[in-house]
C-alpha cells in the first residue's frame, strides 16, 4: 500500500513563495497520473494541477500561471512550486493519484497572510 507523506507547508505572505513536496513510500510512477488537491475550510476538496506519467501537466485556472506542479521518477517524490501566493490559497494541501486510489495523507498546511 502506498503512502503519502506532504510537507513544505507554512505561513508565508501575499506574493510570497513555497514548495510543497509529496513523498510516496512506494513507486507512483506506474499509477495514473498524480494530483495536488487542497481544501480550504468550509469547502470541498479541489484538484489544483497534476502530472502524468509522461509530464504533461494541467492546472486550475486559478492557480495556472502561478503554480508549477512537477515529479522526480527516482525519488517518488511530487513538487508543487507555487508562486505570487494569495490568500484564496490557504488551503490544506493533498497530493494523490489523479483517481483518488490511494489513501489520503495528512496534507500540509498553507496559510497565506494579506
Known amino acids: 500500500q502506498v503512502q503519502l507523506v506532504e510537507s513544505g507547508g507554512g505561513l508565508v505572505q501575499a506574493g510570497g513563495s513555497l514548495r510543497l513536496s509529496c513523498a510516496a513510500s512506494g513507486s507512483i510512477f506506474s499509477a495514473n497520473a498524480m494530483g495536488w488537491y487542497r481544501q480550504a475550510p468550509g469547502k470541498q476538496r479541489e484538484l489544483v494541477a497534476y502530472i502524468n506519467r509522461g509530464g504533461s501537466t494541467i492546472y486550475a485556472g486559478s492557480v495556472k500561471g502561478r503554480f508549477i506542479i512537477s515529479r522526480d521518477n527516482a525519488k517518488n517524490t511530487v513538487y508543487l512550486q507555487m508562486n505570487s501566493l494569495k490568500s484564496e490559497d490557504t488551503a490544506v494541501y493533498y497530493c494523490?493519484?489523479?483517481?483518488?486510489?490511494?489513501?489520503w495523507g495528512q496534507g500540509t498546511q498553507v496559510t497565506v497572510s494579506s
Open positions: 494523490n493519484a489523479l483517481d483518488e486510489s490511494y489513501d
